[in-house]
């Protein structure tokens, strides 16, 4: 068995991704399984090499896990040879300048989406990128959720016949901050620091939308701003000026319409906090983050609308679960797994910079069609 040590500088460590779902849940996750075998005895093991702004904080990460190399210091570790990878899960505002060192540093490079805060950012940093001959990703986690792992199956096992529209929600109630503390960062509803979940959410429904279903042609998005004050991580009053919600109508090839609410201003009423139903003439599926559900057409019952009778049919009992069939690994770490036998084996990758400038241009043009009050039409962006 051969070790083949990879050096990954992880920037935004102490942040809420970077930490447990790519620190702990991936890179860590991987050497506590013995590596990442390659099938020809050799085994990648990630050496993390933690970076941020406060060394207290890094100090604290890397002794609770047992690490010794962390650093304030960026270009110190992009200076270094045994670093071959930077990772970016720092606060998106950030992303672009420290991704621009990375390249000149001729390290592949990872990061959270999205790429950037632009797609005209994002275009440059994809053509800067092929130019230096590096290896690029963008993390797309929901493509490897279980929900819509089991939800590809059936599109790809014929189950929907032609598929019509999809209806997706995803969101929960984000506390203002006030009486209880809010469970995301304060930096999210500030448009001047890059908040804003059209920013947010985007980027991931245009890579769910174009990987399982067909590419987005046209936005409609309409954004709000529900709740306009909150509370900030130290205790004081802020304005929200980024949107907390967005109701958006995407065309896609093929006729199909999906329309995806996102919101941080809405209460659960869900089995999970992102489900997307979707309909197709031979059957219909609800699909969250692990469960999915179906009901075919031999099977679709015929309610008859008469608002002066109570509803006597138990409409969730007449789905039927689809099994697992499989286990499901962490989606944040199969990534991370794709990704490094990327750079080490040359294997394919399709979620690269491109993909990520994709996402952006969704999150872009939505937010210019609230602007506008009218739809957008999305080009197909190239290299
Ligand atoms: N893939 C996903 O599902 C997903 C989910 C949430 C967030 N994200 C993305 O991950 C990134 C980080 O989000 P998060 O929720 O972990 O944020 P966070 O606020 O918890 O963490 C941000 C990190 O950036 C660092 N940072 C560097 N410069 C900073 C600055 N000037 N101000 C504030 N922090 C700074 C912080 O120290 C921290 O380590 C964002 O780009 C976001 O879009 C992705």
């Known amino acids: 068995m051969t070790r083949r040590s990879i050096g990954i500088i992880v920037n935004g460590v102490t942040g809420r991704m970077g930490y447990r779902q790519h620190l702990v849940r991936s890179l860590l996750a991987i050497r506590e399984q013995g590596g990442l075998p390659l099938g020809d005895g050799t085994r990648i093991w990630p050496e993390p090499i933690l970076v941020g702004r406060d060394e207290t904080r890094l100090q604290a990460v890397a002794q609770r896990h047992g690490l010794t190399d962390w650093t304030t210091d960026l270009a110190a570790a992009l200076a270094r040879d045994d670093a071959e990878i930077y990772f970016d899960a720092q606060v998106t505002q950030q992303r672009e300048k420290a991704i621009r060192q990375a390249i000149e540093a001729g390290k592949h490079i990872y990061t959270e989406k999205p790429l950037a805060e632009s797609s005209a950012a994002a275009l440059e940093l994809v053509r800067a990128a092929d130019a230096a001959g590096i290896r690029t990703g963008v993390v797309q986690d929901k493509l490897f959720l279980p929900g819509l792992r089991k939800l590809r199956r059936l599109i790809d096992g014929g189950f929907f016949g032609r598929i019509l529209s999809i209806r997706g929600e995803f969101g929960y109630w984000v506390f203002e901050g006030d009486w209880q503390p809010a469970q995301r960062p304060s930096w999210n509803y500030r448009t001047e620091d890059g908040g804003g979940i059209v920013m947010d959410m985007f980027p991931h429904w245009q890579y769910v939308l174009e990987e399982l279903f067909a590419p987005v042609r046209a936005v409609t998005c309409l954004a709000a701003t529900h709740i306009p ?66 009901q075919h057409r031999a099977v679709t019952p015929k309610p008859v609308w008469n608002p002066d009778l109570p509803a006597t049919e138990d409409f969730r009992a007449q789905w039927t679960e689809v099994p697992d069939n499989e286990e499901f690994d962490n989606g944040f770490k199969v990534q991370w797994e794709a990704f490094l036998r990327h750079v080490v084996t040359g294997s394919p990758f399709a979620w690269d910079f491109l993909a990520g400038a994709r996402g952006v241009q969704l999150a872009e043009l939505g937010l210019r069609s609230a602007r506008e009050g009218r739809r957008v039409e999305v080009p197909e962006l190239s290299r």
């Open 229 to 294: 004050e909150r509370v900030d991580e130290a205790g004081r009053p802020y304005p929200a000026t980024a949107d907390d919600a967005a109701y958006g109508i995407f065309e896609l090839d093929g006729g199909i319409v999906a329309a995806l609410n996102s919101s941080w201003a809405t209460r659960v009423h869900r089995d999970e906090l992102v489900e997307f139903h979707v309909d197709g003439t031979e059957g219909s599926a609800v699909a969250g983050l692990r469960r999915c559900r179906v």
